[in-house]
């Protein structure tokens, strides 16, 4: 019986019969003998990461998407890399896939200077957040908060806390489950736009929200 795996990492450093450094979408098949194929292929926003197949005896490097390498256990080395065939990807790991969750949302939000209140435009998109929230079903919500590079640092951390807040307080008053929601405030740092200290930047001014 072969077990098929769909494995999603940013930059971590999984644990198995091997270590795998992965910086992408892996799909992995587990056969007979602890015979593994490992292939490199986009995410779902289409973008190819890398990731580093090690055993004790040796290491291959995916780079490209559809490269693929098998591994025996810890004593051997991974085999040359080779390029997986689109049927074999579609057939072997077509129902793990299906099942992957969707990539989050990401949605900005943009304030007025030195306050709590949205732009018009941004205030609009309130309710496309909570469209998003209710036909995924999300998980979780996560809002941060920032501002441009004008005042002090105090200050802005407590202005980037309250536009987060405000959001929330939108989201919740359109039925959103509180426990749902974590709020963070990252002042004047994380800028979208780097600038000078000092400077107004009406695209730093903003609230991110991020729907799982």
Do not use: W
């Amino acid at each position: 019986m072969v077990n098929h795996r769909v494995m999603r990492s940013g930059s971590s450093l999984m644990h198995m019969s091997l270590e795998l450094l992965v910086t992408g979408l892996m799909l992995i098949a587990l056969g007979g003998c602890a015979r593994q194929s490992i292939i490199l292929v986009p995410d779902p926003e289409g973008r190819v990461g890398k990731a580093e197949v090690s055993t004790s005896a040796g290491t291959q490097l995916l780079e490209k998407s559809g490269d693929m390498t098998h591994t025996s256990g810890k004593s051997n080395p991974p085999s040359s890399v080779t390029k997986a065939d689109p049927a074999f990807i579609a057939s072997t790991f077509g129902e793990a896939l299906a099942v992957e969750p969707p990539p989050p949302q990401t949605y900005t939000l943009y304030f007025e200077t030195g306050g709590t209140v949205l732009t018009p435009d941004s205030l609009q998109n309130i309710a496309d957040i909570v469209s998003a929230i209710k036909q995924r079903s999300a998980i979780s919500v996560s809002i941060s908060g920032h501002t441009d590079a004008t005042g002090s640092d105090r200050l802005n951390d407590a202005l980037a806390l309250d536009r987060a807040a405000q959001v929330q307080t939108l989201l919740l008053q359109q039925g959103v489950k509180p426990e749902l929601i974590s709020v963070t405030s990252h002042g004047k740092g994380n800028p979208a736009i780097p600038t000078p200290d000092g400077v107004p930047e009406p695209r730093n001014r903003r609230v991110v929200v991020i729907v799982h």
